[in-house]
């Protein structure tokens, strides 16, 4: 019982990070309908502007994370101004090739500026853990959980609650509507895109003092946010955070008692289950309109 305690703690810090990465990629695509291939160039971007706020510029570890998701949401707002805009109307198979190019080159361009080498970003956490009864987690990470609630929370109330959100949520439903209504769908797509970004940043952000951080460290994350949206269902901000949830349990899980080599397979196993029970994901929409 103490080790799935322990088991469940780890998958929920796991899974707030994965929830963000989710989130993001879906709300770009269910509105702006562009499968982003540079999502896990801005998680590790995420990771490298916190490493460069920490260090370089000698920010306070929490005043590095919030500059870190701007400078996210700067990079995102960004690509969309500059390479989707001019190709809105263009069939989605050049828009892909795009976005992959681009995906190629802000990770070639952070392996040459950087280096291969991996960079570890300054905790100022103390290194004894917190412990409650037989279960202890890091303050590091008990810090990741509960921010990645609080992105996760503030999300939510912008999409749901703001003037923004609506805006974003009636281009969704049908994006010609919407301009009628009086919706600057340009700027929503602007916006959209930089928010998702911004996410994926603050991912990279949250789990680049956990770990390391090298160039690479996107590849897997973006491989991971897709399997959660298809997971969760396409277009389903709810199912994208639950689907981050339940990928981080299957890992874990999988990790502690079947192999921790099949850490990242168990995750897929359970996803291609899920996916034969019901192809369109588990809380897909029943219908989109758009």
Same mark, same amino acid.
Do not use: C
């Given at each position: 019982?103490?080790?799935?305690?322990?088991?469940?703690?780890?998958?929920? !810090?796991?899974? @707030? &990070?994965?929830?963000? #990465?989710?989130? $993001?990629?879906?709300? *770009? %695509? /269910?509105?702006?309908?562009?499968?982003?291939?540079?999502?896990?160039?801005?998680?590790?971007?995420?990771?490298?502007?916190?490493?460069?706020?920490?260090?370089?510029?000698?920010?306070?570890?929490?005043?590095?994370?919030?500059?870190?998701?701007?400078?996210?949401?700067?990079?995102?707002?960004?690509?969309?101004?500059?390479?989707?805009?001019?190709?809105?109307?263009?069939?989605?198979?050049?828009?892909?090739? !795009?976005?992959? @190019? &681009?995906?190629?080159? #802000?990770?070639? $361009?952070?392996?040459? *500026? %950087? /280096?291969?080498?991996?960079?570890?970003?300054?905790?100022?956490?103390?290194?004894?853990?917190?412990?409650?009864?037989?279960?202890?987690?890091?303050?590091?990470?008990?810090?990741?959980?509960?921010?990645?609630?609080?992105?996760?929370?503030?999300?939510?109330?912008?999409?749901?609650?703001?003037?923004?959100?609506?805006?974003?949520?009636?281009?969704?439903?049908?994006?010609?509507?919407?301009?009628?209504?009086? !919706?600057?769908?340009?700027?929503?797509?602007?916006?959209?895109?930089?928010?998702?970004?911004?996410?994926?940043?603050?991912?990279?952000?949250?789990?680049?003092?956990?770990?390391?951080?090298?160039?690479?460290?996107?590849?897997?994350?973006?491989?991971?946010?897709?399997?959660?949206?298809?997971?969760?269902?396409?277009?389903?901000?709810?199912?994208?955070?639950?689907?981050?949830?339940?990928?981080?349990?299957?890992?874990?899980?999988?990790?502690?008692?079947?192999?921790?080599?099949?850490?990242?397979?168990?995750?897929?196993?359970?996803?291609?289950?899920?996916?034969?029970?019901?192809?369109?994901?588990?809380?897909?929409?029943?219908?989109?309109?758009?």
């Amino acid at each position: 019982m103490d080790q799935f305690l322990q088991h469940l703690v780890n998958a929920m !810090v796991l899974g @707030g &990070a994965y929830a963000l #990465l989710g989130i $993001g990629l879906t709300l *770009i %695509f /269910g509105i702006m309908n562009v499968v982003n291939f540079t999502h896990g160039a801005l998680y590790t971007f995420g990771a490298y502007a916190m490493f460069i706020a920490s260090t370089a510029l000698g920010l306070n570890f929490f005043v590095a994370l919030p500059f870190s998701i701007v400078a996210g949401l700067a990079l995102g707002a960004a690509i969309e101004l500059t390479l989707l805009r001019p190709l809105r109307g263009a069939d989605i198979d050049t828009t892909m090739l !795009v976005m992959i @190019g &681009a995906g190629i080159i #802000l990770q070639s $361009g952070t392996l040459w *500026i %950087f /280096g291969g080498v991996a960079k570890a970003i300054p905790s100022p956490f103390p290194d004894a853990p917190l412990t409650l009864g037989s279960v202890s987690i890091s303050w590091l990470r008990l810090f990741v959980l509960v921010a990645a609630a609080a992105l996760i929370a503030l999300a939510y109330a912008m999409i749901n609650g703001t003037r923004l959100g609506r805006a974003m949520r009636a281009t969704f439903q049908d994006s010609d509507a919407a301009a009628l209504m009086g !919706v600057n769908v340009r700027f929503i797509y602007t916006a959209t895109f930089a928010l998702g970004s911004s996410l994926a940043a603050a991912a990279g952000a949250l789990l680049g003092p956990v770990y390391v951080v090298f160039p690479q460290m996107g590849d897997l994350a973006a491989v991971k946010a897709f399997a959660i949206v298809i997971l969760g269902g396409l277009g389903s901000i709810t199912g994208a955070a639950l689907g981050g949830f339940i990928l981080a349990l299957a890992e874990e899980f999988g990790a502690g008692y079947v192999s921790s080599g099949y850490r990242d397979a168990m995750g897929f196993l359970i996803i291609i289950a899920v996916l034969l029970a019901k192809p369109t994901g588990l809380f897909a929409r029943a219908e989109r309109v758009g």
